[in-house]
């Protein structure tokens, strides 16, 4: 397999016959390379007019090699062959070299590119690729590779430092300028072989050169030409330094070889170089690894149209009102600071009065605003911003945040963003964190990626008012208001949805959705029960639930059929339950089930949550029924069905346990957590589930 190398353009502020004169004094030797021991000419050509400069040189290099190869191989040195065409009057350098010794078993072939900047005539740019191709070398291939990666990647390395040491060289004998060729073009770069067949075919040019003999060149440039000259693969390496922040050789090239493989495959808008950098950092650049979840990740955004979300998400009024988050300035490193009081939130509210989808909508389109922020505060300031800080406020946490279907929807969430936003997160500062935090971070951080929860700061009680603190983070004229700091932030202060914004489910089934719904909506007739039947093949298994009377008054209660395989051929049930009544009237006590939870009325407008441990596998029935009444004054004689939102879920019995021990130790102090938490939850992904109480 042929491996690929490429590196970004490299600029040198100097005109390209400085630059030309700075490269020749390399030769015949090096001292600032000391692999370099030497070169010899073995061909040499001169044009009649000066303008054309071809040189074949054999250079001897003393390769970094293991002691143990070098003996077994039986060379202490490698040579390379190196030729250089120099177009004094187009003002460009074309370099290929290739590896003389063991060209039978290892192909390495570098082209190198000098040529005038398109942008500015008294600048030069130099582009440089490799590719190496290993057929057999004794078993030791893998070596093999890399000493030739290390080599080449010395080679990038020390090339611009080479060229200014010589330049300035130049400068210290008094050399500053140096005239162009007579009528040079300055071209930025050579033409395409089929250019210029097309322009020079039966012509002669103005020195008396036959267009054969220009088209042959130009073949014989163009198959050499690197890749890095096309113009949609070019990266400057003080765009790099300026944009994207220091990168090692390495890391520039898999960043190029990214966008080479994906500008090959994809249709439409190209990701920025930012963005890539993002998912090569995710995938400790992997190179395989990036571009399978960037593609992932590119037609998610298509298929979502995310790129357009910022502009046509609206969110809904329960959002607007009710969801406690807000962009405020920027931290000490001048990223973009975002502050989210979940503690203050119903997110339950929330979820049922926007759907899963709306809240996962809402989250995307505050994380396009996040990389929006950060394209401009790097243009703006002139270094780097790639990621932001989010500050959490969890005073006010409580039982109602750990409900199983707002974890379950915080999950979703989580992957998401992981999915599609790696490497956002600089920092999360987590304030106020009471003692029943420890269950919520015991159920979501094994779902968070570690070089993620590396990046968590949390602090219980008023601990970040200490050294070490907020102010260590956050200059302190912008630390909010409701954390004793003097800015005035406009986050919203949350509060209790009204029942009244819950959403219905009966929405047109054209409406896009991103992932089922938690929550499913029903209507009880009076004498038509609504009911869930689910079947439980192992015993202690866990039924948990969820629900909310939106209108009327219902009787809830839970049921073990008495024959359950006639209940599942009856209804053609699967591993779990199907949403219909038995019967017209439903499962009746005694006859068809025994009742295993007693019945319960549930008033208009409350909200129920429970547990049913089942000792007993079988077919479990949860029944609604529609109950008579008229609770605070509201006459309901007209009314004569209900609508209940409800959610149900299985979990096994160790999940469940593991749940509600992490529950109960919550009540025995809270315990300043820090990264170390990660570490001893790492093996808790099996306590992602938790009853609703």
């Known amino acids: 397999m042929v491996q690929e190398y490429q590196s970004p353009?490299?600029?040198?502020?100097?005109?390209?016959?400085?630059?030309?004169?700075?490269?020749?004094k390399r030769f015949p030797t090096c001292p600032m390379i000391p692999v370099f021991l030497g070169s010899e000419i073995l061909s040499e050509y001169n044009s009649e007019d000066g303008a054309i400069h071809k040189i074949e040189r054999r250079c001897k290099l003393d390769v970094d090699a293991p002691y143990l190869l070098k003996k077994i191989v039986g060379v202490e040195y490698v040579y390379f062959i190196q030729i250089n065409c120099l177009n004094r009057r187009d003002r460009t350098l074309t370099i290929?070299?290739?590896?003389?010794?063991?060209?039978?078993?290892?192909?390495?072939?570098?082209?190198?590119?000098?040529?005038?900047?398109?942008?500015?005539?008294?600048?030069?740019?130099?582009?440089?690729?490799?590719?190496?191709?290993?057929?057999?070398?004794?078993?030791?291939?893998?070596?093999?590779?890399?000493?030739?990666?290390?080599?080449?990647?010395?080679?990038?390395?020390?090339?611009?430092?080479?060229?200014?040491?010589?330049?300035?060289?130049?400068?210290?004998?008094?050399?500053?300028?140096?005239?162009?060729?007579?009528?040079?073009?300055?071209?930025?770069?050579?033409?395409?072989?089929?250019?210029?067949?097309?322009?020079?075919?039966?012509?002669?040019?103005?020195?008396?050169?036959?267009?054969?003999?220009?088209?042959?060149?130009?073949?014989?440039?163009?198959?050499?030409?690197?890749?890095?000259?096309?113009?949609?693969?070019?990266?400057?390496d003080e765009y790099i330094h300026k944009f994207l922040g220091k990168l090692s050789p390495k890391e520039e090239n898999k960043l190029i070889q990214l966008r080479k493989k994906l500008s090959s495959t994809?249709?439409?808008?190209?990701?920025?170089?930012?963005?890539?950098l993002r998912f090569l950092r995710a995938r400790d650049f992997h190179l395989d690894k990036v571009y399978e979840m960037l593609c992932e990740s590119l037609a998610w955004r298509r298929h979502h149209n995310i790129d357009n979300i910022r502009e046509i998400w609206k969110p809904p009024e329960p959002l607007l009102s009710y969801y406690c988050g807000g962009w405020h300035n920027t931290d000490k490193e001048g990223r973009p600071l975002y502050i989210l009081r979940l503690g203050s939130m119903d997110v339950k509210g929330l979820l049922k009065a926007v759907g899963e989808d709306g809240f996962l909508k809402h989250v995307v389109s505050i994380n396009e605003e996040g990389l929006k922020m950060t394209e401009e505060l790097t243009k703006k300031t002139g270094h780097p911003i790639s990621s932001w800080t989010c500050l959490c406020d969890l005073e006010g946490l409580s039982m109602r945040h750990l409900w199983r279907p707002g974890i379950k929807a915080l999950l979703k969430v989580i992957e998401v963003v992981e999915s599609n936003y790696p490497e956002t997160m600089g920092r999360l500062l987590i304030v106020r964190a009471p003692r029943i935090f420890g269950v919520l971070w015991t159920l979501v951080s094994p779902f968070i990626d570690e070089n993620t929860r590396n990046k968590f700061l949390i602090y219980g009680g008023n601990d970040y008012q200490d050294p070490g603190g907020l102010a260590d983070y956050i200059t302190a004229e912008y630390i909010p208001d409701f954390l004793g700091g003097p800015c005035e932030c406009n986050i919203k202060d949350g509060g209790l949805v009204p029942k009244s914004l819950y959403r219905s489910l009966e929405f047109s089934e054209a409406e896009e959705s991103w992932s089922s719904e938690i929550y499913q909506t029903t209507h009880v007739s009076k004498g038509s029960p609504h009911e869930v039947l689910v079947t439980i093949k192992e015993s202690q298994s866990v039924i948990t639930w969820d629900f909310d009377v939106m209108k009327s008054d219902v009787q809830f209660t839970v049921f073990r059929h008495k024959r359950p395989r006639e209940a599942v051929s009856n209804n053609s049930l699967s591993s779990f339950g199907s949403d219909v009544s038995l019967n017209q009237s439903g499962v009746i006590a005694g006859v068809d089930a025994v009742v295993v939870e007693k019945p319960r009325h549930c008033f208009d407008g409350e909200s129920i949550q429970g547990t049913h441990v089942c000792s007993i596998p079988g077919v479990y029935v949860l029944q609604w029924k529609y109950k008579s009444g008229a609770p605070s004054g509201q006459a309901h004689s007209r009314h004569t069905r209900a609508k209940v939102m409800y959610y149900h879920e299985v979990l096994p019995s160790g999940d469940f346990r593991g749940s509600l021990s992490s529950l109960e130790s919550c009540h025995s102090?809270?315990?300043?957590?820090?990264?170390?938490?990660?570490?001893?939850?790492?093996?808790?992904?099996?306590?992602?589930?938790?009853?609703?109480?």
């Open 266 to 276: 994809h249709q439409g808008k190209m990701p920025n170089d930012a963005h890539l």
């Open 669 to 693: 102090g809270f315990s300043q957590l820090s990264v170390s938490t990660s570490a001893s939850h790492s093996s808790g992904a099996s306590s992602s589930s938790h009853p609703s109480r």
């Open 96 to 236: 290929t070299a290739y590896n003389e010794s063991f060209s039978s078993r290892v192909g390495v072939k570098e082209h190198c590119y000098y040529s005038v900047h398109p942008d500015n005539p008294e600048w030069t740019c130099f582009e440089q690729d490799a590719s190496l191709d290993i057929k057999s070398f004794f078993g030791f291939e893998a070596t093999v590779e890399k000493v030739a990666i290390k080599l080449y990647l010395q080679n990038i390395k020390k090339g611009k430092e080479v060229i200014q040491y010589y330049i300035d060289e130049l400068t210290r004998e008094g050399i500053t300028y140096i005239a162009p060729f007579e009528n040079s073009s300055g071209r930025p770069r050579t033409k395409s072989a089929s250019e210029s067949l097309a322009n020079g075919a039966d012509q002669k040019d103005s020195d008396g050169v036959d267009a054969l003999t220009i088209a042959s060149s130009a073949v014989e440039a163009a198959a050499s030409l690197p890749l890095a000259s096309r113009s949609d693969y070019k990266l400057d």
């Open 9 to 24: 353009v490299r600029v040198y502020k100097y005109p390209f016959e400085i630059v030309m004169a700075a490269y020749e």
